[in-house]
């Protein structure tokens, strides 16, 4: 493309434009760059469904000897899946971070920052490339436990993965953010990440109920984000839709966005000082 110009003696020349950076083709270009390693190996996908497969396989038996009809909604399946869907977003998008940490000390990172996308699309794209990824093993795990009596919902199945990748954004942009932080240290990630990870999902009632556990635990559940994202979950895979609970999730998952957002993309553009 070119541009015509005005110089001080009166002359129009014609000068080259400079190509805008779009933010939507910049994101595009680092998303496909992130998927292309998992198009070339689509197994690793398979890889990653191995341990929510072991929960199903090992919890679910338990939750149905133990809490058999105690169970709320009746179905220990219609309740334990959900949660093991957003288990896998949580392991998923928070674990995200050290691939950041591998490119930066591989200098992989720093080539990518002297390129003209935009630093916000170096974040996005990459937490859209894990949605892709959540999205294909959520499709596989439901589609396992359906033939052992797991009931699907379209509608509501539709808008629990629609939920779950608001969620994995958000949270994959911290998790990105908290690596950009601990640079310089990178063993910090991993206690970081340990240490909120196991009592945000015990207190989330993602594998055992907290209806019937001590009262400290059901206040602090009150206080857990990831709570109101499990039990819209159970909601939206039921069939429920337009309810309190699904609204009160919505809330939290977008909360979460936005927060990742925030703080993904400041770390980011400041990620090569």
Do not use: C
Not at 165 to 194: C, E, H, T
Not at 219 to 241: D, H, K, M, Q, W
């Amino acid at each position: 493309m070119t541009a015509t110009a005005l110089t001080q003696t009166g002359a129009v020349t014609t000068e080259p434009a400079v190509e805008r950076s779009s933010f939507a083709r910049d994101t595009g270009i680092v998303l496909m760059r992130e998927l292309r390693p998992m198009l070339r190996d689509p197994f690793s996908v398979v890889f990653g469904l191995v341990q929510p497969i072991v929960f199903l396989a090992l919890f679910g038996p338990l939750l149905g000897g133990s809490l058999a009809g105690s169970v709320p909604g009746g179905s220990v399946w219609q309740w334990f899946v959900p949660a093991i869907l957003v288990m896998t977003a949580l392991f998923g998008s928070s674990t995200v971070g050290s691939n950041l940490l591998y490119e930066m000390q591989t200098g992989a990172h720093e080539r990518m920052l002297v390129t003209p996308l935009s630093r916000s699309s170096l974040l996005v794209g990459r937490a859209l490339k894990e949605m892709v990824t959540l999205g294909a093993q959520a499709v596989l795990i439901v589609a396992v436990m359906v033939p052992f009596g797991f009931r699907l919902h379209p509608a509501g199945a539709l808008l629990g993965l629609a939920l779950l990748a608001v969620f994995g954004i958000g949270l994959g942009s911290l998790s990105y953010a908290l690596a950009i932080a601990v640079r310089k240290q990178d063993w910090m990630f991993w206690v970081v990440q340990q240490t909120f990870l196991f009592p945000l999902m015990i207190l989330s009632g993602m594998l055992l109920p907290l209806e019937s556990g001590p009262g400290w635990m059901q206040v602090l559940s009150r206080f857990n984000p990831l709570s109101y994202i499990v039990n819209a979950e159970r909601a939206l895979f039921s069939g429920e839709i337009a309810t309190a609970t699904v609204a009160w999730g919505v809330v939290a998952a977008v909360a979460t966005l936005a927060v990742g957002l925030a703080v993904g993309i400041r770390g980011m553009r400041r990620s090569g000082d």
